[in-house]
């Protein structure tokens, strides 16, 4: 009989335990695997900065700031879609610093309407943990006046070959620290205006929106892309009264003779095939040649918007304002060579534009 009584007490026991580690192993579930989801405000500056404040989430580390549209329109060869314009990207993080509401500004948001939202993490045994997202913020960004590098300058000292800097973009892809000044190569100089080239590729724009036919210099979308949005973004109004409009030539393609389009009139435009192999600006006159000279770099920021850096020395292949046959334009890959690609490709911008000293 005790026996009896004493196996069901153990049994009672044993269950009363399996209960208890059953619970425990619950919330202790519980606690580690989810993350609250953060509650964000966001107000938007006078002078256009973008402050986000996201509230104390427990168990956060951090909180990554999302924002849909820093991208352009695009479409594709099967029909129209918007290409990275409906695309969040990942403009800040903020790490964990005390108690207090977390708050970051965004400083490089040119004009426009954007969308801002923001999820949590935690770093627990080496391993990220994201929270959901919270709610969508709709902002709209209006900048008055664009900061550009400085409005004063001197150039009348500039040599040719020399790198000069001359308006603003971002370049290091943080948005919080507003925009760098742009390094310009000069090509060539003359009493009253000199012709400069970037330094870096800047952005990741394609020669075309649509996947057509007859596209060149004249009519395809990086045209007025470059001499209305870049203009606008990159240069203060001292800058721009400097920067001139001329008559811009782009000859037929020498590969294949396809036509490089009618005269335009720009403030800003790109490097042609003719160009990239003129001996007067220190290239290589083979076009096929391994011209270190014509290698370049994208920034951080150009890479984040889809310019692929190439190698150890994160080399990538730009655009020329160059067309070529079947829907192509020509371009510099990544070790100097004149090559062509898909007009919808994304390689890397490097601006042209002559700027008046006088």
Known sequence: MRGKVLRKTIAVLLMMGIMIGTFA???????????????????????GEVSVTVKKTADADGYEIYVKGLGEEYVD????????KDEYSLAATIEKSGKKK?????????????????????????????SDYSGEKKIKVSVADVIGYTDKYDLSETKKGDVILFGAYEQDNDLTNGKEPIEWIVLEKNKK????????????????????TDI????????????????AKAFNTTEQSMIKTVTV?????????????????DRIFIPSMSDM?????????????RDGKRVCVPTAYAVA?????????????????TAGKNRTSESVDRSGVLVRYDIQANNGIRPMMYIMIE
């Open 277 to 289: 192999t003129k001996k007067e600006y220190g290239f290589s006159t083979d076009f096929a040649a």
């Open 77 to 84: 060869m099967y029909g129209e879609y918007d290409y990275l």
């Open 25 to 47: 192993g619950v919330k202790t579930q519980a606690k580690s695997d989810g993350l609250a989801t953060p509650k964000i405000s966001v107000k938007v500056g006078s002078d």
């Open 305 to 321: 918007r889809g310019v692929r850096a190439w190698d150890e020395e994160g080399v990538c292949d730009w655009t020329l304002r």
């Open 249 to 265: 030539k782009t000859p037929d393609n020498a590969y294949d003779g396809e036509f490089g389009g009618e005269d335009t009139e």
């Open 102 to 130: 977390r708050s970051i500004t965004l400083r490089s948001l040119p004009s426009g309407e954007y969308t801002v939202k923001v999820r949590s993490y935690n770093k627990k045994y080496n391993k990220k943990t994201f």
């Open 193 to 212: 205006s000199m012709l400069v080239m970037s330094k870096y590729a800047l952005d990741g724009v394609p020669y075309n929106k649509k996947y057509q």
């Open 216 to 231: 060149n210099w004249s009519n395809c979308t990086l045209h007025s892309w470059l001499d209305e949005k870049f203009y």
